[in-house]
């Protein structure tokens, strides 16, 4: 079949129940501009898609990037201290996926929170870090 370049595809974007024993992490963090604090938060939930927890941070004066790290961070944490073993974490912020799992090649000192939140990863647990659309992530806003 031949396809047009002008054929366009329909994604779904939403949010999407984890698998049986999984607990989902939707995070996320913001800076609004000039004289605004950030923020962070997010929210775990169980296959059934029920809510677990929940965390909100000010943060203070950072750009949006160290708010998004702060938010992936302070959830790990949070569902490490909740007895978490296999976790399936969502964010927007592919940026920061990609350091994560080290898919980018970045020059510079690597940040703190991401050696941090690597280290939670290292921990003794199942953790898939997954991107997802900012739409799809609007539960952790």
């Not at 961070?73 to 920061?96: C, F, M, P, Q």
Request: glycine share 10%; charged share 25%.
């Amino acid at each position: 079949m031949h396809k047009s370049p002008h054929q366009k595809e329909t994604i779904y974007i939403g949010w999407v129940r984890p698998q049986i024993g999984w607990v989902k992490l939707n995070c996320n963090g913001a800076w609004k501009g000039s004289g605004t604090l950030a923020r962070c938060g997010g929210l775990l939930r169980d296959s059934d898609g029920r809510w677990i927890k929940g965390y909100f941070k000010k943060i203070g004066m950072c750009d949006a990037f160290h708010a998004e790290m702060w938010g992936m961070y302070l959830g790990l944490d949070l569902a490490w201290r909740e007895n978490t073993t296999h976790l399936i974490v969502e964010s927007d912020s592919k940026v920061l996926i990609d350091m994560i799992t080290e898919n980018c090649n970045f020059g510079g000192t690597t940040p703190t929170l991401v050696k941090r939140i690597r280290q939670l990863l290292s921990l003794s647990w199942t953790v898939k870090i997954t991107h997802t659309w900012r739409e799809g992530n609007k539960s952790a806003d």
